[in-house]
């Protein structure tokens, strides 16, 4: 026997997003001047008192293992945040914490999928989904959609796809990459669908927060009891408390699959770090000004940023409802020239602008989206606005 890698391991794509941050970090650190839009991670530092609770926890000598789902308390307060904000009843059962949103979903796929299971994940998507689907042994289905639907497939798309082995659904609303919201009649379909067929429901809440104009958010675990028995809600700390490096996500979903994630994680990974778990746990109870703070904030770069791109001759957005990105529409510029060299896809559009005007984006292609750039506007305005007059000026050289 050869001593090699694993068939599955050699297979694994690395996440786009995370290498383009870690490029641009280090040209940073190389002492060059980027400007990133590229991870999508809140630039505000984890709010205070969210901090202190931190430091209360270490002064209590909360530093030992918890319950492989995570705390008691936490969970309850997950139940109580679900209560509050989406006016759904779950009991601390129902509830796993995990190492961040992607662990959680990680963990969904590891143990609902058996081999050859199909997974419908719209398009254009999170760049980790199909890769944790395939991890898991599963097949993504893509089920592509455009800008002139808001980046929200149709009906007829979705339920083309069905097929017997079909075993979940992703959604993900407010949507990464593009921001789309879902609409209730949306959501209405698919619950039909899933009920029906039957298959799950992963719904990825995790920008639930980040939602403008007026909007409000929707699960749609909350159609009904049916649909709610068949959907985990998905959701974390990361982006609504600007915690992404404290790695706490949770599901809410079946007894049964909460039971048996909870084994898969006490034997892999044990419980989410005993301190974030604190900390989170003051998150939830504590004041909620803070995010209401961070998304103004947000909402104001989103317009700010959405106005410059669509002043670029060549170049074009639609107005996302949520989240912190956007999709550049680079359609126009394909096959043009820069430098002698001509861009024929969102990779080379994203090489050629890190190279020569120290901007990070993350191309298309890593959403199953050619055409498109994705820009994260989780940066200043100052970052925003100087990043889009460097983007300007690549364009004009364009020929
Ligand atoms: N889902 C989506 C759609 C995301 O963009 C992210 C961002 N990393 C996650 C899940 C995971 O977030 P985390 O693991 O930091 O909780
Ligand atoms: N979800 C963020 C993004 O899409 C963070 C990076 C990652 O986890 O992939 O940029």
Not at 26 to 32: K, V
Not at 113 to 141: F, H, K, N
Not at 156 to 161: D, F, G, L, Q
Request: aromatic content about 8%.
């Amino acid at each position: 026997m050869s001593l090699s890698i694993s068939s599955r391991a050699r297979n694994i794509a690395p996440s786009v997003t995370l290498a383009i941050d870690a490029r641009a970090k280090e040209l940073r650190a190389n002492g060059q001047d980027v400007i990133g839009f590229g991870v999508g991670e809140p630039d505000f530092p984890t709010p205070a008192h969210i901090c202190d609770a931190a430091r209360e926890a270490l002064d209590l000598g909360l530093t030992k293992y918890t319950p492989s789902a995570g705390t008691k308390e936490l969970r309850k307060a997950i139940c109580e945040k679900l209560r509050r904000d989406n006016d759904m009843t779950y009991t601390y059962g129902d509830i796993i914490v995990s190492n961040g949103a992607k662990h959680s979903i990680y963990n969904i796929l590891q143990c609902i999928l058996d081999q050859g299971d199909e997974v419908l994940i719209p398009t254009p998507c999170w760049v980790s989904y199909p890769e944790m689907v395939r991890m898991a042994g599963g097949v993504p289905i893509f089920v592509p959609s455009g800008e002139e639907n808001n980046f929200i497939p149709t009906g007829k798309a979705i339920a083309s796809r069905v097929t017997r082995r079909t075993k979940a659904i992703i959604l993900t609303s407010p949507s990464n990459p593009n921001g789309s919201v879902w609409e209730k009649n949306q959501l209405q379909f698919v619950a039909d669908l899933a009920i029906s067929h039957p298959f799950y429901v992963i719904s990825d809440e995790i920008y639930e927060k980040l939602i403008y104009d007026g909007r409000e958010h929707f699960s749609i675990a909350q159609l009904g009891e049916d649909i709610k028995a068949h959907t985990f809600i998905v959701n974390g700390m990361s982006k609504a408390y600007a915690m992404t490096g404290w790695r706490i996500g949770y599901t809410a979903g079946p007894r049964d699959v909460i039971n048996a994630m909870t084994s898969y994680q006490s034997q892999s990974t044990s419980n989410p770090n005993a301190i974030a778990q604190y900390a989170a746990l003051k998150a939830l109870q504590g004041d909620q000004t803070c995010v209401k703070e961070m998304v103004a904030e947000f909402e104001q770069r989103r317009n700010v940023i959405c106005e410059r791109i669509n002043a670029i001759e060549g170049l074009s957005c639609r107005k996302p409802q949520g989240a912190f990105y956007v999709m550049m529409n680079i359609g126009e510029i394909m096959s043009r020239r820069y430098h002698g060299r001509t861009i024929e896809s969102s990779l080379d559009f994203a090489e050629l602008l890190l190279a020569d005007k120290q901007v990070a984006v993350v191309p298309g292609i890593a959403f199953e989206a050619e055409g498109f750039c994705r820009l994260s506007y989780a940066t200043s305005l100052e970052n925003i606005n100087k990043g889009l007059d460097r983007i300007e000026d690549f364009v004009r050289n364009l020929r």
